[in-house]
């Protein structure tokens, strides 16, 4: 895939294996009837993961049983190129990989992002909708205003929204620095020798820039991303960010605005999260209802 800003991200698709029918005519054809009413899941890895970490290509298992799925690596991660920016420039690397979804037939695409993939998640249900209902919305390409402009004079793409968003284990506000893991992430993202450490020791090249601006945080996004259903997921023995973090997006999102599932004995984001829960996010994932 290309983005919007030209990165080149490297991206999987996967046809769901529940008997409906794979695209025809290879990875770009169209898909059948029939197939374009299943569902797609994007799935969105957290930082230092890619598409082919254990624990993304676990998820997807488990996700096919429900769903058509999209992997992909954010940009410096695996075989993409570009550099990492740690959650502000990746939402435009979801926004592909929810466009190729449209573009193979898939009617309705959710969402589903892990730790720095569920903050993108959120941030991209903001700033993409179907229907330009925040006050001040500009007209973007074909049915994609954006909500919030971060960013004047940015290309967007067409079909580009999410149907449903569903986040796990992401933290509420930038530059939390609170845990001890926490504070090795900064000291891995700020500083030279850390992203050195980065580059040869987890496969992610970081850029070297400071945000500017500072990208729309967690906790501001949530509340624009209605009417999309929305499903926070957080484990009680999460390392990187505490209870507070889900709780503070829960409130954000109003009375009704969001589904929040607190996990007994659940770490941090996708190698935490087990194949029972991940076939109760695919459930919810299928059966939420269209916004």
Do not use: K, N
């Not at 005519?25 to 994007?42: D, F, R, Y």
């Not at 079909?159 to 569903?166: E, F, Q, T």
């Not at 992401?170 to 620095?177: E, M, Q």
């Amino acid at each position: 895939m290309l983005t919007d800003d030209g990165v080149p991200v490297e991206a999987v698709y996967e046809p769901c294996t529940a008997g409906f029918g794979a695209p025809g005519g290879g990875a770009s054809g169209a898909l059948s009837a029939t197939s374009a009413t299943t569902p797609a899941i994007v799935v969105a890895h957290g930082f230092t993961g890619s598409a082919d970490r254990p624990a993304v290509r676990r998820a997807a298992r488990v996700f096919a049983q429900r769903a058509a799925v999209i992997t992909f690596s954010f940009r410096g991660h695996g075989r993409s190129g570009g550099r990492s920016t740690v959650g502000d420039r990746e939402v435009l690397d979801l926004a592909a990989a929810v466009a190729w979804a449209r573009q193979l037939g898939h009617t309705r695409v959710v969402t589903v992002g892990f730790s720095m993939g569920g903050s993108v998640v959120l941030r991209h249900g903001a700033l993409y909708a179907a229907d330009p209902v925040a006050e001040g919305a500009e007209s973007a390409a074909g049915d994609t205003p954006v909500r919030v402009p971060e960013r004047e004079g940015r290309t967007q793409r067409t079909g580009a929204h999410s149907d449903a968003v569903v986040s796990v284990s992401a933290p509420a506000r930038w530059y939390y620095r609170g845990t001890a893991p926490m504070r090795r992430l900064h000291w891995v993202v700020t500083r030279p020798s850390g992203r050195l450490v980065g580059r040869y020791g987890f496969r992610t090249r970081i850029a070297t820039e400071d945000w500017d601006p500072v990208p729309l945080s967690p906790v501001a996004s949530v509340p624009l991303i209605a009417p999309a259903p929305l499903l926070l997921v957080h484990g009680d023995r999460d390392p990187y960010f505490p209870l507070d973090h889900p709780r503070m997006l829960a409130e954000a999102a109003g009375p009704g605005g969001a589904e929040l599932w607190l996990e007994r004995g659940m770490g941090h984001a996708e190698d935490a999260a087990d194949d029972a829960l991940l076939a109760r996010i695919a459930d919810w994932a299928t059966g939420a209802p269209p916004a």
